[in-house]
Structure formats: structure tokens, C-alpha cells
């Protein structure tokens, strides 16, 4: 929204612009008559329409006259366009630069053994998430799918991300206990259909509690007390909290986030989003000559920003 009422020197330039009577009065033709001359009364304004008849002085009058009558309106309307505006570029500030490649170290969750997909893959996509939430959830098979038809090219690491801690912390501590057996993923499958949507379709909480985990943790062959008690180790609860550190350097505050090779993606997209993103970023590893099995280290986190950068911010040299 601009100003709604422009400055005095500029309505009269403008409506000095508009004056065309005193100039055709000097180019009739000598046969014309005074009254010939005479202008005709202007026609009263279309409803909606500025009065430009009478003269500069009394136009301005009436511009005058106009904002005086509506000054606090207008008072308000700057005000409420300053706190929006004000909103807006707060909002901004915590959107990603889309230019940015974001070196989000996964050196640790690799360790762990929360990923799907070759060492070797040229692209990496990190997939922040939380076992209660529904979009995470929607988009767990299509990350799983793109593992198996970029046959090699592309994998997944899980970051925990909680941001529904009360429902999914024993979620995330197993999984943690999971991986230290060797069987991260099956238990990730596991829980997403038998824990998270029984859940949501019953609200029923029992099924995200310990005695549901370690039933699910037994039908995939897990040792049931190696697992509880790593569930409640100290080192499963540093894991997650350092995801959630990492993340915070990024300002990741909801779930599902990607990074795909460092380029931020906000939200679940549909396959064929995803996919053209995972096309762009392959094509730009392939053509950069570093193997895949150094890419990421050498490119993403080497040459990548450490911290978050908004859309605002200027790009580093």
C-alpha cells in the first residue's frame, strides 16, 4: 500500500498538467466569437470519481477539505499497513534464502545408523522429522521410494525433530535403541503402521507407549531388553537432542524440513516436487566430478553456510 494522499506540490503539478482550457483559448481560429469560446458547464463526477472541475485553487480546496475530514481513518490505515508490514518482514527473516546450500552436518546420525541409501549416494537428503506428525508421516514412503529408484544415487538421513515431544518422545528414543541393533529402518516402517496410525485414527496413546513399542520391537526380532534399557540410556537422549541443536542452527522450527544437498525445502511436497528438485541437485553433482562417496563432505559441508540465512540477508562472498 503506497500513501494514500500525495503531497501538495505534487496535486498541483499534476493538476496544472490537466489544465488544457487557457491553451485551446489560444489556438481557435481568429472566425471564432467570443461566446463561441465560452466553456460549457462540466458534468457533476461519476460516483467513485475525483471532481476535477473549477479551478487549481479550488481543486486543491476540495483535496483539502477531503483529507481533513478523513484523517483518523487514514491515521489508521498507516498504522495497521506499518504492523502488517512490520509482520511481513519479521516473516521474512525466518524464511530460508532459496540460494542458500545449508551445510547441515549428519555426521552423527550417520554413525548412528539413521539413514537409508548408499554412502556413495551423490545426493543426500536430510528429512527433519517427528513420529506424530501427519506430514512426516505421508512422505516416509515416498523418501523410501526414491532410495530404490535412484538405484544408488540418492539417500536419506533421519534427523529427530520433535515438536510434538509428549506423543513421540518413546518413539524417538527407540528408534535410537533400534539403530544400535542394526534395525533403524524396520523399526521407523513399524512404528508409522502400527503406532503413530492407529493413533491417529483412534487418539488412542497406548499405541505410541513403551509396552506397544517393545511388542513391535519382539515381532521384528529386536532384543527387547537391550532395547528398553537403551531407551533409556543418556546416550539415546543426547542423540536426539543433538538433532535438535543442529537444527535450531538452521531455525527449523516445524516438521517435515529437507535439505536436499544443503538446499532447504519447507513442508511435504508431492512426489513429482521433490523429485524435480532431486533431479536439479544430481545433475549439479555429477557435473561437479567429486564422487559421491566424498560429495557431501566436501562440497555440502565444506562449501556450504554454517548458520541459517534468510531471504533478507545478503549472500557471503
Known amino acids: 500500500m503506497k500513501k494514500l494522499i500525495p503531497s501538495l506540490t505534487l496535486m498541483i503539478a499534476l493538476s496544472g498538467c490537466e489544465q488544457s482550457q487557457s491553451r485551446l483559448d489560444k489556438v481557435t481560429s481568429s472566425k471564432d466569437t467570443a461566446a463561441e469560446r465560452t466553456t460549457k458547464p462540466s458534468a457533476a463526477p461519476a460516483p467513485g470519481k475525483a471532481d476535477r472541475t473549477g479551478t487549481v485553487e479550488e481543486r486543491l480546496a476540495r483535496l483539502e477539505d477531503a483529507y481533513d475530514r478523513n484523517a483518523e481513518a487514514l491515521d489508521f490505515l498507516n498504522k495497521v499497513y506499518a504492523q502488517q508490514k512490520a509482520q511481513q518482514q519479521a516473516q521474512e527473516r525466518e524464511e530460508p534464502a532459496p540460494d542458500a546450500m545449508f551445510a547441515v552436518n549428519v555426521s552423527e546420525d550417520l554413525k548412528a545408523g539413521q539413514v537409508d541409501g548408499p554412502a ?21 514412503g515416498i523418501m523410501e521410494e526414491f532410495v530404490k529408484e535412484y538405484n544408488g544415487k540418492v539417500r536419506v538421513v533421519y534427523v529427530n525433530m520433535l515438536v510434538h515431544p509428549q506423543q513421540s518422545t518413546q518413539a524417538h528414543l527407540a528408534s535410537c535403541a533400534a539403530a544400535k541393533q542394526g534395525k533403524y529402518m524396520a523399526f521407523k516402517d513399524a512404528f508409522w503402521e502400527k503406532g503413530y496410525l492407529p493413533w491417529a485414527q483412534t487418539h488412542d496413546t497406548s499405541t505410541l507407549g513403551e509396552d506397544a513399542i517393545l511388542g513391535m520391537a519382539k515381532n521384528l526380532g529386536l532384543d527387547t531388553a537391550k532395547l528398553k534399557t537403551d531407551m533409556k540410556s543418556p546416550e539415546c537422549a543426547a542423540r536426539i537432542q543433538s538433532d535438535m ?73
Open 245 to 317: 541443536q543442529e537444527m535450531a542452527k538452521f531455525h527449523v522450527n516445524a516438521t517435515p524440513t529437507f535439505f536436499i544437498n544443503g538446499k532447504h525445502i519447507g513442508g511435504a511436497l508431492p512426489k513429482e516436487n521433490f523429485k524435480q528438485i532431486i533431479d536439479e541437485q544430481l545433475k549439479i553433482a555429477e557435473a561437479s566430478g567429486v564422487p559421491g562417496s566424498d560429495y557431501y563432505e566436501k562440497v555440502v559441508l565444506a562449501k556450504g553456510e554454517k548458520q541459517f540465512r534468510s531471504k533478507l540477508d545478503p549472500k557471503p562472498n
Open 120 to 140: 556413495n549416494a551423490l545426493v543426500t537428503v536430510v528429512k527433519a522429522f517427528d513420529f506424530a506428525c501427519p506430514f512426516c508421516q505421508r512422505v516416509s
